[in-house]
Structure formats: C-alpha cells, structure tokens
C-alpha cells in the first residue's frame, strides 16, 4: 500500500463533489489548453498565409490600410484601382525583380455565397510555384481554373461549362488548382483581361505583387511606389503587423477570461480539499496517533489535490482536443480578422504546458488545505463526545 | 517486575482568562510491563488529559513522564511520533477505520508511516479472529469486527503499550464481550493494557483500577 493509492481511494468518499472539482479544473485547463492552441495556430496561419502571398510586398491603391490587410489576405472588394501603367513603372524600378498586376473582386452567386474572382497572368502564376494545377491554366479568354474542391461542390471536373450570374456567355474549366490548404482554395481564377472585361475595368488591376531582387533594400522600393500618385506600398510585416495589433485586444481579453476560469478552479480544489480536511479532522487525527508524521499527512492531502488537478487537467485537455473544431468555428465568428488555416493548432509542447498548468494548480491550491491537515492534533481522535 | 511507564507530578493546565485551570494535576502513577490498568472516573475528571499523556499525544506543563526509559517531557511533536510509533498501539470508541481500505490495508495502515519490513498482518488478524474478512470492507463487516480490525491495526507495529479509550463504547454486550476477551487473551500474551473507560464493570476486568476525580488520581 502506497501513500497514492490511500490519496486516490479517498477521493472516490465523495464522488459528487470530487466530480464537481474535477469539472471545474476540466474547465479551466481546456479553456487555457484551446486559448494557448488558438494563439499558436493563428500566428501559424497568419505567417503561412503570407508566405503564399508569393511576393513581398503589395502595391495598392490609397485607402484603409486595416481594409486592405483583409483583402490581400481573404479577397474583397476594392473600388480604387492601379493601371497597367503603374505595373509597367514598378517593373522599372531599382531592385524590383517582378511586378505581377492582379484582378480582385466579389460576386454574389445564386446560392448567396459571395466568391471572389481572381484575374491572373502568367506571371501570377509564377509567383506560386508551389501550385498543382491538374489539366491546363488557361486555354483562352473563356478558360477558368477552380480549386479542386470547390469544384467537386459544384459538381464540376475538367470541360465542364459553367456560368457567372450576369455574364453573357459560359466558361470552360480547363484546370483545377490542387488543394493548397491556404486561402487560395476560396477563389475563381479567370485570366486577366477576362476578369478586368467583367467588371468593366479594363486595364486595371487591383494589386501588384512585387518580389525583390534583394530583400534588404525593401524600404528603398517601399518609397520609390509610394511615389506614384496614389499608390501605396505594403510590406509582408506589415500585414502582419496590422493583423497582430487587431488580435491584441482580443487576446488581451481572453487571456483575463482565462486566467479567471483557471483562478476559479483552483479556488474549487482548495474549497474542495479543505472541506474534505475538517470533515476527517479525527480521522487524521488517528493518523496521527498511530504514526503519520505531519509530513505524511501534508503529503497525503497534497498528493490527493494533485491528483484531483492532474486528472481535471487531462478530461480538459481531452475534451478541448475533441472540440478543437468547435472553437475554430466560434472564434472565427468572434475575430476581428481570422486566417484561413487552422485557428486551433496545438503540438506536444502545449500538452506538456497544460498537464503542468494542472500540477501547478494542484501544488499551490492543495498547499494550505495540507497544511491544516498537518497541524491537526492526534488527541483529535481521542476528544471525548 | 520492572517498570514501563513511571509518571512523576504530572500536570496539564490551561489558561482561561485569568485562571489556570488544571486538567491533570500532579498524578503519580507506575506500571508494571505486562500489567492491565482500567482508568475510570466521570465526565471531566481528566481521564482523557491523562491518557493523552500517557499515549504522548500530548506533552505535560509541568512533571516527569519516564516510557520505556525515555523522557517524554519536552520532547517536539517530531520525536514523539517516533516515540508512538516504537511503543504505543492506540484503540479508539470510533474505530476510525477508512471506509474506503479493505481490512488488511487498513491494519496495515501504521506501517505506511514508517519503514518497517516486517509486515505481520495476516497474522494478526488470525489473532483477533478476522483472517476470514482480509479483502472486507468496513461497511461490510459488525461494530465488534470493526473494532477488533482497529485492535489488529494497534498491534501491527508490535507496540509495548495497549491504549485503549472506551474500547467498547460503541458495541452492544455480545460484542463488547467479544473485545474483552480479545484484551484479556493479549494481556495473557504478555502486553500492557491501558483502558480508559466510564464503565465500573468494565473496568473490574483489569489487574488494577486507577480512579480519577477533578484532575487527580484518587486510588493507585
């Protein structure tokens, strides 16, 4: 018979109220396991989402800047456009090694969903060599390439014919973009020139992605566009940038939320272990007078309040992995902006950081309720009625 | 016959306000290794004071308490554990049995406290006439089994010394018979006895009746 074995069998005396606790901690380390999985995998997401930016910076059109980190990273719609003229000047530019225009706008379709339509060039293409495209890109003006899942959604494959609402004509699906597991699986892609022609913009483009020739001198060129009228420069850090300080109020608030729940819980253990303590005042006190020392005794109670957050940890741990979907969802809807990957991404570390959170919680909240215990007198067990 | 417990003016006293109240005062007692003593007396009359003393649960204001040799007087609550654990098996009115140990872990529960190889358990419990309840728990077994489990668990650590507070208390006659027998068996086996108890009957059982009134021993 061991010290653990005595401190476990203890805590099933009162399965009510140990599973009450046990619910409490549950709560309070999956509310800190999924906060600290959100945090890992939207920074994951944001960077990842950037990196398929393929280019290092953007040149757009004046405007809010909040606005256009959410369109370069989702899509959207953009009223002001850069010309042709504008790509051909940056070509130009000292250390520019390619300047790629870009089409972006929305349409609404039939089933309510707003899809954003993508014109690209060759030279877009080739800013994503990652790409898999399975048949061809583009054929001729009528050709549209689909991500792979969007098109099985819509029933289609490679030569199926399909039409924009309030566009004369169809389209052929010549290519269907594999999936890339980026924001990149959201859009249409349609050549240039078409997706300029339907939106009645022709020779204009929403975006320019520019990659460098050397990285370092990004600032050098980040002034050189911005000295086209009306024209602005966005570095890869500063989307980011933007996209972190609209999270920090909202991190800050869920980390108060958090850090509550978790205080609350270890308020439960210590609440719970107390109780347990007076209500087996003269059975310590037996303890006591049949050998335990006050260390065994402290180590008792300690052990059982351990044991108690360990075990709440885990259930946490284990109902938050299973909800992880669950949460991507509700956080979603919560954020100010939210990349397209994985919000909730959680590796062995915040495993490790969880079960530790819980040891913790049981060492501090357990530490008083043992020291009682400790103090008890033996003639406890011996007071007369 | 030589002497296991000599206790010399032993005094235990409390303040209240301004007064000082004696719970014991100035007792002289010796006992004999191997002899059984009843301690009677009414409600209040110190009884319990003194047998916390004397099972060094508690230490004395004032006065000598000699156990086995040792000075018990001004010793830390550290060393007398050590002290209980070498030579004193504690029987209690409420068992205090865990509820949720089968009967041999709960007999075996002293030996958790302390690193002793020797575990004589199943042996024990043949003594006391329980071999049979060895995976029972508590609720499974009658008041009198309860408490001879509790007996068994006083002896686990072979102590010198029996303390036993209303042993039978708790138990209707068929089974407190059943306890008294189980005592007078372990005193012919050569242990010392010590029974707190407010029943004269009880009491007549034992070699020897110290009676207490107001703090002090009236008969030794």
Redesign the interface.
């Known amino acids: 018979m061991k010290f653990f074995s005595v401190a476990l069998k203890n805590l099933f005396r009162r399965r009510m109220r140990t599973g009450l606790t046990l619910m409490g901690i549950a709560i309070g380390i999956a509310m800190l396991f999924s906060f600290m999985s959100f945090n890992q995998g939207y920074q994951e997401s944001l960077r990842k989402d950037l990196r398929n930016m393929g280019a290092h910076m953007l040149a757009i059109a004046k405007g809010c800047p909040y606005e256009a980190t959410s369109m370069i990273l989702h899509g959207g719609e953009i009223k002001d456009y850069l010309t042709s003229e504008d790509v051909e000047r940056i070509r130009q530019m000292p250390n520019v090694a390619s300047a790629v225009g870009m089409f972006m706008n929305q349409k609404i379709f039939p089933h309510g969903k707003t899809l954003v339509v993508y014109g690209l060039d060759d030279a877009a293409f080739a800013l994503k060599p990652w790409w898999v495209v399975k048949g061809d890109k583009f054929l001729d003006e009528r050709s549209v390439v689909l991500p792979e899942e969007m098109a099985t959604e819509l029933g289609l494959s490679i030569g199926s014919t399909w039409s924009m609402p309030g566009v004369e004509g169809e389209f052929t699906v010549t290519g269907l973009l594999e999936k890339t597991g980026s924001q990149d699986d959201q859009f249409i892609y349609l050549p240039l020139v078409t997706a300029q022609q339907i939106f009645e913009a022709e020779g204009k483009v929403t975006s320019i992605a520019i990659t460098l020739e050397d990285i370092s001198k990004i600032q050098d060129v980040v002034k050189s566009v911005e000295s086209l009228p009306d024209v602005q420069a966005i570095t890869m850090s500063q989307v980011l940038g933007t996209a972190q300080t609209l999270m920090n109020s909202a991190q800050a608030m869920i980390t108060s939320i958090v850090a509550i729940a978790v205080l609350i819980s270890a308020l439960g253990v210590m609440n719970s272990i107390l109780m347990s303590v007076f209500e087996r005042t003269r059975e310590i006190g037996m303890m006591k007078a049949v050998g335990a020392s006050q260390g065994d005794v402290f180590a008792l109670v300690w052990i059982e309040s351990v044991l108690l957050t360990l075990t709440g940890g885990m259930l946490g741990i284990g109902a938050a992995i299973a909800a992880g979907k669950l949460i991507d969802g509700a956080l979603r809807g919560l954020l100010p902006f939210a990349p397209s990957g994985n919000l909730v991404a959680f590796d062995g570390q915040i495993v490790m950081v969880s079960l530790a959170a819980s040891l913790f919680l049981g060492i501090v909240s357990g530490a008083y309720p043992a020291f009682r215990a400790s103090q008890l007198s033996p003639m406890e067990a011996i007071r007369s009625e | 016959m030589a002497y296991i417990i000599k206790a010399e003016n032993l005094s235990k006293s409390y303040k209240r306000g301004s007064e000082t109240v004696y719970a014991l005062q100035e007792a002289n007692l010796v006992i004999n290794a191997g002899e059984f003593i009843s301690i009677v007396g009414p409600?209040g009359s110190g009884k319990?004071t003194f047998?916390?003393m004397l099972?060094c649960?508690?230490t004395p204001s004032s006065g000598g308490y000699l156990l086995n040799g040792t000075q018990i007087a001004g010793l830390k609550?550290?060393d007398l554990?050590k002290v209980?654990?070498e030579n004193i098996?504690?029987v209690?009115?409420?068992f205090?049995l865990?509820?949720?140990?089968t009967v041999k872990?709960n007999v075996?529960?002293?030996?958790?406290?302390?690193n002793k190889g020797l575990n004589r358990s199943k042996e024990i419990l043949e003594t006391v006439g329980l071999s049979h309840r060895y995976t029972h728990l508590p609720k499974e077994l009658s008041g009198g089994e309860m408490q001879r489990v509790a007996i068994a668990?006083?002896l686990i650590?072979s102590p010198k010394i029996l303390l036993a507070?209303?042993p039978t208390g708790n138990l209707d006659t068929k089974n407190s018979e059943k306890v008294i027998t189980l005592f007078r068996e372990l005193h012919r086996l050569g242990l010392t006895i010590i029974m707190v108890t407010h029943n004269p009957e009880l009491a007549r059982i034992a070699d020897r009746i110290i009676t207490m009134t107001d703090g002090r021993i009236k008969t030794a």
């Open positions: 409600s319990t047998m916390n099972g649960l508690d609550e550290r554990v209980r654990q098996g504690f209690f009115q409420q205090y865990l509820p949720t140990l872990e075996e529960l002293p030996l958790l406290f302390q668990r006083a650590n507070d209303e």
